[in-house]
């Protein structure tokens, strides 16, 4: 076991509504980066989360959003959901932000219909 | 932006067959790491190469980083049924906050 959870492991929504998904982190780990995985495809770096500040961000609109508290561990918001947000959602904590190895959580599978 | 490609996407064998997935990038890597993904499951860490031309070996495990850092390949020796699942390069570090994931070689192997 890594250490990383997540909640919820499963979701379903509706088109239009708003999700919020949390991870804490393992300890120690004061870096959080977050996923989308489409079923079989590799997972799509959404952002990532450095001492409570956002420090990278992959192709994703601003409806996706995140914040990372005190104790390191982090939410992941999404505004309006459409129908291919439906995935598996994975965080990832690591050691630090730059070269060090990721340890995910179990992810949440989220389905919007 | 950074993109890392990776093939096969999916590789069949019978056990006890060599099984290698191979990721390739435009520009230099600063690094790359290796993940297993067994199905159902999350990615675990498996290596990180960071030397040009590195290689490392973990049982029937080797890895290969390029002399020019630009590709990188997880070669399997005589595949057991254990070894099936989704094996992702990660491109960590060359774009500081940026982390590309290939796509995934999906391993089956049949008893």
């Known amino acids: 076991e890594t250490g990383v959870t997540q909640s919820p492991t499963h979701l379903i929504k509706t088109r239009g509504q708003q999700v919020t998904l949390r991870c804490s982190s393992q300890?120690?780990?004061?870096?959080v980066s977050w996923y989308q995985q489409a079923l079989g495809q590799g997972p799509q770096f959404i952002f990532q989360?450095?001492?409570?500040?956002?420090?990278g961000r992959g192709n994703f609109p601003p409806r996706f959003s995140g914040l990372q508290f005190p104790n390191y561990s982090s939410e992941l918001n999404v505004n309006a959901l459409e129908l291919d947000d439906s995935a598996l959602y994975l965080c990832?904590?690591?050691?630090?932000?730059?070269?060090?190895?990721?340890?995910f959580g179990s992810g949440t599978q989220l389905s919007v219909l | 932006g950074q993109q890392v490609m990776q093939i096969p996407q999916y590789q069949h064998v019978q056990e006890g067959e060599d099984f290698t997935t191979y990721c390739n990038s435009s520009?230099?890597?600063?690094?790359i790491q290796w993940y297993k993904q067994r199905p159902g499951g999350h990615p675990v860490f498996l290596i990180q190469?960071?030397?040009?031309?590195e290689v490392k070996k973990q049982k029937r495990l080797t890895f290969q980083f390029g002399e020019a850092k630009k590709n990188s390949s997880l070669h399997i020796t005589a595949t057991q049924t254990t070894d099936v699942g989704t094996y992702f390069c990660?491109?960590?570090?060359?774009?500081?906050?940026?982390?590309?994931f290939g796509r995934g070689t999906q391993l089956t192997v049949w008893p």
């Open positions: 990832a904590s690591s050691e630090g932000a730059y070269n060090e190895k990721l340890f």
């Open positions: 300890s120690g780990h004061n870096t």
């Open positions: 989360y450095y001492r409570e500040e956002e420090n």
């Open positions: 520009t230099t890597l600063s690094n």
């Open positions: 190469l960071v030397k040009s031309g």
């Open positions: 990660l491109d960590r570090g060359s774009t500081l906050g940026r982390l590309y």
